[in-house]
């Protein structure tokens, strides 16, 4: 294990971003600075790897996991939550599916119009089943993952048990890109960018690499690192073990062009590196269906501003 500091090792990430990628363009049409293959190693044992060279809203991403846990891939759980980090894709694909003119992301067009949206899913529920419902995405494959012959596999909890009985098995593997089901995962939401993790016991701790195929470093990478990091621990506590290493790993590695002025203010902020921070979890969970947003407590986070940053859809 190395004992880098997260935030070192993602602005080590953004720097080389910025002295090495390749211009490209790419589905949005924003344009990136890209790298192939890059990856990142965090101790759980020093702290909760969210950076502190921006703040990073904990809150949103802890909704985001147990929503993929529970195998939910409806809209409606985040919009009643006040987590708005997948509306701008249904919300196209709702202006697409029904003929409507699609505004310029962040226009005051555009903003009305997913307001009034997210809105409708939240308090009409014919509108979030036909609309918010985003197809077979993470959760789905996590917890749902279909079988030629109409039945299901639950991967999570099938991992969950190799780790308990069998925990120096290779095979400890969740993949969320099932390829009969991309083009129909992409219709609302996203192909799997996260699409495969795997699990690694050794010494009693329980460790995971992510293998990430499109990584938006400025916006999405810093989420990742969190979430997967918040999972190692709650899969090691539903398994008796102590959280020991994650192992973030990309594949296309980007940050978009119209990003570029806000990495290099983050990257401003390198000789303010502050201290970690700790995630307690409650500890009498014990089974992935029983957690809830109130068994995670952040502590001693003091980061740096926020910095605000277009999404690209």
């Given at each position: ?11 080590e ?80 694909a ?20 997913i ?24 959760g ?16 999570l ?17 969740v993949?969320a ?9 992409a ?11 795997q ?18 470093t ?45 990495a ?19 500890p ?30």
């Amino acid at each position: 294990m190395q004992n880098k500091h997260p935030d070192e090792s993602y602005l080590e990430l953004l720097e080389h971003l910025l002295k090495n990628g390749t211009e490209k363009t790419d589905r949005t049409g924003t344009g990136t600075k890209s790298v192939l293959g890059y990856q990142m190693r965090f101790d759980l044992g020093n702290g909760f790897p969210l950076l502190t060279t921006k703040k990073i809203p904990m809150k949103a991403i802890i909704h985001e996991l147990l929503w993929f846990m529970r195998g939910d891939t409806n809209l409606k759980y985040l919009a009643d939550n006040n987590v708005h980090i997948w509306d701008e894709w249904p919300f196209k694909a709702y202006l697409i599916k029904n003929n409507l003119k699609v505004p310029a992301v962040a226009s005051e067009e555009w903003n009305t119009g997913i307001k009034e949206f997210v809105r409708k899913i939240k308090e009409e529920d014919s509108f979030a089943k036909e609309y918010g419902d985003l197809g077979p995405i993470y959760g789905y494959q996590w917890r749902s993952w279909p079988t030629k012959d109409n039945g299901h596999i639950d991967q999570l909890s099938k991992v969950i048990e190799q780790i308990k009985n069998t925990p120096d098995s290779r095979r400890m593997i969740v993949s969320a890109w099932n390829v009969e089901y991309i083009d129909e995962m992409a219709k609302a939401g996203l192909p799997p960018c996260h699409c495969l993790f795997q699990f690694y016991v050794a010494n009693g701790k329980l460790s995971c690499q992510l293998y990430q195929r499109s990584c938006d470093t400025f916006l999405g990478v810093p989420f990742n690192i969190a979430s997967y990091s918040l999972l190692t621990m709650i899969v090691a506590q539903i398994t008796g073990l102590e959280p020991g290493e994650f192992v973030w790993t990309g594949g296309d590695v980007h940050l978009y062009l119209n990003h570029i002025e806000q990495a290099k203010t983050q990257l401003s902020r390198r000789n303010d590196i502050r201290p970690l921070p700790k995630m307690k979890i409650n500890p009498v969970k014990k089974d992935l269906e029983d957690f809830n947003i109130d068994d995670f407590e952040l502590t001693d986070y003091n980061p740096h501003e926020a910095i605000k940053a277009p999404i690209a859809v």
